[in-house]
């Protein structure tokens, strides 16, 4: 009866600092990378560091951050400025799986071929200035049609309604005694954080229940060079031809351990290209053509800003520039 619950509608991304600053910790069980990533960074931001770089306690926010797939789920700590962070753990999630283009387009095998034909072939088609809209069933109904319509030309069996949500959204299917497991280790660790009745997990539990129940736990390590808990500046070698825009291409891609969204880049005495406002991203886009050399010096430090990182947190490169070949 104590308890009060009071539910926001939303993404996380709607609320500022002092939202987060409110909570003695926060429990998190967000369905993407992208929004742990955010929430990550926003928690970590607020913690004050003082001249030495000593965490002020009464401004850490602990996380801990609880996910499933199928029978397959984990649970970890998070003490911003003393564990690891989520970033630093980055690598261990592998990109969305995508198709190659001339598969999906020329020789579909599989149910996913066909339904991604729909989405990004036949989808732009027939609606040129709509995007797909994954919560309306209308449009879900559309793409399954299509999917199913192909599937059918190419005598390929699977294609449904469920798994059409499934691609399209990047739904993986959730087992309940999954959930019940990976969220009472999640609400243990909280009532150990609150209490501190016991040792608080160190840092990462993970949950097998494919062929029985096995748990295991491990400590995940700092990352030297993580851009959200590191003061670290990271050294970045390229060429000195090589033209900006493929330099934000290459921060963005899926081999690229940083895995930006929509980096906007700065240097101590210019703007390299900015994203927003419209005016400045107008005045800076003729730099997305330009060579490095022509914009940085060799040893030059950037500034880079991202929608996946909130308020002032950034990145800082450091630009080496080598020959063509070694590049």
Not at 69 to 81: D, L, M, N, S, Y
Not at 301 to 306: A, K, N, R, Y
């Amino acid at each position: 009866p104590h308890v009060r619950v009071t539910p926001h509608h939303g993404k996380v991304q709607d609320h500022g600092p002092d939202f987060y600053r409110s909570f003695d910790v926060v429990i998190s069980g967000l369905d993407n990378i992208e929004a742990r990533r955010w929430l990550n960074s926003m928690l970590v931001s607020l913690v004050a560091v003082d001249d030495d770089g000593d965490a002020d306690p009464e401004t850490i926010v602990p996380l801990v951050d609880g996910g499933t797939e199928g029978f397959k789920g984990q649970a970890r700590v998070i003490i911003p400025r003393f564990t690891s962070c989520f970033e630093c753990s980055l690598d261990a999630f592998p990109p969305q799986k995508t198709y190659p283009m001339c598969t999906i387009a020329e020789t579909p095998r599989l149910p996913e071929h066909c339904i991604s034909y729909a989405q990004l072939v036949e989808w732009p088609k027939a609606f040129p200035d709509k995007s797909v809209d994954t919560d309306s069933p209308e449009d879900m109904t559309w793409i399954f049609k299509v999917a199913e319509a192909r599937a059918q030309k190419f005598d390929i069996e699977g294609v449904t309604y469920m798994k059409t949500m499934g691609v399209v959204k990047n739904i993986i299917p959730a087992v309940a005694s999954t959930n019940a497991v990976v969220s009472a280790v999640c609400v243990n660790e909280v009532f150990k954080l609150m209490t501190l009745c016991s040792q608080s997990l160190n840092t990462y539990m993970m949950y097998m229940g494919n062929h029985g129940v096995y748990t295991h736990t491990f400590e995940y390590k700092k990352k030297d060079d993580c851009p959200i808990t590191s003061a670290r500046v990271r050294t970045l070698a390229v060429a000195p031809t090589m033209l900006l825009g493929t330099l934000i291409e290459s921060m963005c891609g899926p081999d690229s351990d940083l895995r930006l969204k929509a980096p906007s880049l700065t240097t101590a005495s210019q703007s390299l290209y900015m994203r927003k406002p419209k005016a400045l991203e107008a005045a800076t886009r003729a730099n997305l053509g330009k060579p490095l050399s022509e914009l940085v010096a060799d040893d030059d430090e950037i500034t880079v800003t991202d929608a996946i990182f909130p308020g002032d947190v950034s990145l800082t490169l450091k630009l080496s520039f080598e020959c063509e070949e070694a590049a």
